[in-house]
């Protein structure tokens, strides 16, 4: 296993390398060769057009599986160190600087947050699978909202049970002022994104503080249901990570076509105006 954690590592880091060499190979080619072919944007458009395209293929590899075009990890390999291409040519293109016209600024802004958020996706997809399943209690994330009603349905039925005599009545108050809106909810979305435990900080404390007053008979009631407040923050946990991967592939994958047709009318533009070939 530390041999083959060896090998990814030893991997990543070539291909950084070679990576980091291919983008110096581009710096040097702009600020030297560059200046001497008054219409080298014209190359770098197309270089970066095609390297949109490949790009975006990786996610058509992904719902072609049965095709024998390489591993999905391989393709994932590339799309990460020839997304980091793609951000210096696009500088390159564009001459380190923002675009004239309307069009050309909006493919500006559009290829920008591609690429932000493939970099946050490149962390995001490599961490949070592995706190995930880590965590334990993975609950697919459709049947979420069935889980949380379980268990508030859990905890009332335990909180009905417990209170058929009067002093059960301090354990209906504390879950009706405490509890009741907790279990109805999603809650601590960015707390659980940052791995914060400040809210099962707070409800141990709580807990504590009510123990201190419930009766002997009550202990194993209290015990129950914080057993069930802990696995509803774990619910929550898991929640927050998996909304977050979905929402960060709602805003990459879209808007990564939305960029290649933009790109595509930008070329026609361009030749359509330009009145001759490069």
Partial sequence: MAQKHIDILRRRWAALTVTT?????????????APLYPRHPYLSGWALFAIMLLLTFFN???????????STGLWLQIHIYVGLVSGALFLMHTGFGWPHGWLNQLIALCFIIVFITGVIGLWISREFPRRLTVAGFETPFERMPQVRRQL???????ILQGAEGPASSLI???YTHKLGLFFTRHENFFAH???????????AAQFDEIQRYARKNEQELL????????????????????????????????LSY???????AHIFIVYSFSGSTP
């Fill in 21 to 33: 060499l291919v983008i110096a190979a581009l710096g040097y080619a702009y600020v030297n060769i």
């Fill in 60 to 70: 058509l590899r992904k719902k072609v599986p049965f095709l024998r075009l390489g």
């Fill in 152 to 158: 508030r349905q859990s905890a009332e039925s335990m």
């Fill in 172 to 174: 209906a108050d504390f």
């Fill in 193 to 203: 994104l940052q791995r914060s435990r400040t809210a099962q900080a707070a409800h």
């Fill in 223 to 254: 015990k129950k249901l914080a057993e069930l407040v802990e696995q509803k923050h774990l619910l929550d946990y898991q929640y927050s990570l998996q909304l977050t991967l979905r929402v960060w592939l709602f805003a990459h994958i879209p």
């Fill in 258 to 264: 939305s960029l290649l047709i933009l790109s595509i």
